[in-house]
Every structure is written in C-alpha cells, then in structure tokens.
C-alpha cells in the first residue's frame, strides 16, 4: 500500500464524471487499498477514486471506525427522508458546511472481490455514501451546502 496525493478543489479532475470500473481486478484492488491508506492517513471518513486523480467509479468509505465500505460502479436504487448535518471534504481542506441529504438510502454495486453488494444505509452512513458517491458525478459537497465557512485546524483551538 502506498499513500497517494489528494487532488483539492479548483482541479478539473473533481469536476468529470467517472467512468465504470470494467473489471475488479488486482490493479483495482491495489487502488482501492492506497485509497484506504491515504483516507486514514488524513483522518477522513471517505475518499473517491478521482480524489487521487483515478477517473473511474469507485470509493470507500469507513463511517465508524473498522467498517470499511468498498463501493465500485455503486448506484443509488433508494433515496428517502431528509437530514441535514456537517461535512466536509479531503479534497476541500479547511472548511466546512451544512447539507442536506436522503436520511436513507439504499445503494448497489460491487464489492473488492468484484461481488454484488446491496447496502442498506441510514443516518451518518447514508451521508458518507451520498457524499462520496456525488463525486463520481463531479460534484462536491461545496455545491450543495449553504454556509460553507473556515474551520480551525488547530487543535489548540478544538475547544471553542
Ligand atoms: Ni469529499
């Protein structure tokens, strides 16, 4: 596994739309494994491939700690309910903002063995898996959310 460098917001990269995953080979899974290094390196819940500039569909996600998604060609066949909470994004470091989402969703695709998968997902984790699956789609969390502001990075600072 190697870390790769995240592509931040004002790259065209974040802006195409992906192309579908052809076959979930060694070369997929060897993506899909830096992609997990590189989004717990930088302490994120979720990163998409076209974050480390691979134009193809796929992401993982781990909204709790141990539960790794691997999502590729994912589609949306349920989306129901609304919430809104706090986002923010790898590829938009520094700053934050409020979105609405589907409360439920459900979401299909293939797995890192290149097995179908059906994921049932609520509450935080229909916000990951919407999240990430919007940037297959160019889009970014910036584009929906309504009071995008600066955060404090410094730790120093977490308790205000
Ligand atoms: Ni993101």
Redesign the pocket.
């Known amino acids: 596994m190697a870390l790769r460098n995240v592509v931040t917001d004002g790259d065209p990269i974040l802006r195409k739309k992906c192309r579908e995953v052809t076959e979930v080979d060694d070369r997929i899974r060897g993506i899909l494994d830096d992609m997990l290094e590189t989004m717990r390196f930088n302490l994120g819940v979720?990163?998409?491939a076209p974050?480390v500039g691979i134009m193809r569909r796929m992401f993982v996600a781990e909204p709790e700690e141990g539960k790794v998604f691997y999502m590729i060609n994912p589609k949306i066949t349920l989306s129901e309910g609304e919430q809104e909470g706090e986002e923010g994004?790898?590829?938009?470091p520094g700053k934050a903002g409020k979105v609405k989402r589907p409360q439920h969703i459900v979401m299909e695709g293939l797995d890192y063995d290149g097995n179908p998968i059906v994921v049932d997902a609520e509450d935080f984790e229909a916000v990951v898996l919407c999240?990430?699956y919007d940037?297959l789609e160019g889009i970014?969390?910036t584009d929906k959310c309504t009071d995008l502001r600066d955060i404090n990075e410094d730790p120093e600072g977490e308790d205000e």
């Open positions: 979720g990163i998409a974050q994004c790898l590829s938009v999240h990430e940037h970014l969390y």
